[in-house]
T-cell receptor
Framework: QKEVEQNSGPLSVPEGAIASLNCTYSDRGSQSFFWYRQYSGKSPELIMSIYSNGDKEDGRFTAQLNKASQYVSLLIRDSQPSDSATYLCAVNIDNNDMRFGAGTRLTVKP | DAGVIQSPRHEVTEMGQEVTLRCKPISGHDYLFWYRQTMMRGLELLIYFNNNVPIDDSGMPEDRFSAKMPNASFSTLKIQPSEPRDSAVYFC?????????????FGAGTRLSVL
């Protein structure tokens, strides 16, 4: 079983819709969770971090964490074509290591 | 801050040649990470350093790969000899550990092509 799993997509949504990206992880001891966005040919950039159960909102982005279910998600409201990118879920396996999912490719169609 | 700086941005070399990739972390960061990204395998952690000391190199694919961090502001990843299957984008990232927050900041990457 992979340590961090994501649906590879591609996920396509119309402009203005809500995009929902999901991630599961295997290590119950994980404490820190991150969503990175990566445009084609660019490096990953952090868009959200979450450390406790529940929701965390930042502008159009909402991260949701459920440690009991070992599940973390990212919602993008009012999706824009500029949100088209690959979204990487990252999980701290322990205090000294981080694992990335394979990424979900999102396309927002005008 | 200028962010994490990697050089070169692109490297094209022939099989068997030595390749050296360079990284300057963000000033004050105490962790440095080297990753490799390919379409097939995604983003893989190769090795990371804490306060210039290698902590975990279990992701280094084989003995042809080596990494050093002689001081807090510089690290290298060396491949000798290089092979076509080493073609990938190599990222360096740095972070400042604060109670397991561990937010990593990535450099622009080095795109390596081994012919």
């Amino acid at each position: 079983q992979k340590e961090v799993e994501q649906n590879s997509g591609p996920l396509s949504v119309p402009e203005g819709a809500i995009a929902s990206l999901n991630c599961t992880y295997s290590d119950r001891g994980s404490q820190s969770f991150f969503w990175y966005r990566q445009y084609s040919g660019k490096s990953p950039e952090l868009i959200m971090s979450i450390y406790s159960n529940g929701d965390k909102e930042d502008g159009r982005f909402t991260a949701q964490l459920n440690k009991a279910s070992q599940y973390v998600s990212l919602l993008i409201r009012d999706s824009q074509p500029s949100d088209s990118a690959t979204y990487l879920c990252a999980v701290n396996i322990d205090n000294n290591d981080m694992r990335f999912g394979a990424g979900t490719r999102l396309t927002v169609k005008p | 801050d200028a962010g994490v700086i990697q050089s070169p941005r692109h490297e094209v070399t022939e099989m068997g040649q030595e390749v050296t990739l360079r990284c300057k972390p963000i000033s004050g960061h105490d962790y440095l990470f080297w990753y490799r990204q390919t379409m097939m395998r995604g983003l893989e952690l190769l090795i990371y350093f804490n306060n210039n000391v290698p902590i975990d190199d279990s992701g280094m694919p084989e003995d042809r790969f080596s990494a050093k961090m002689p001081n807090a502001s510089f690290s290298t990843l060396k491949i000798q000899p290089s092979e076509p299957r080493d073609s990938a984008v190599y990222f360096c990232a740095s972070s400042f550990r604060t109670i397991a927050k561990n937010i990593q900041y990535f450099g622009a990457g080095t795109r390596l092509s081994v012919l």
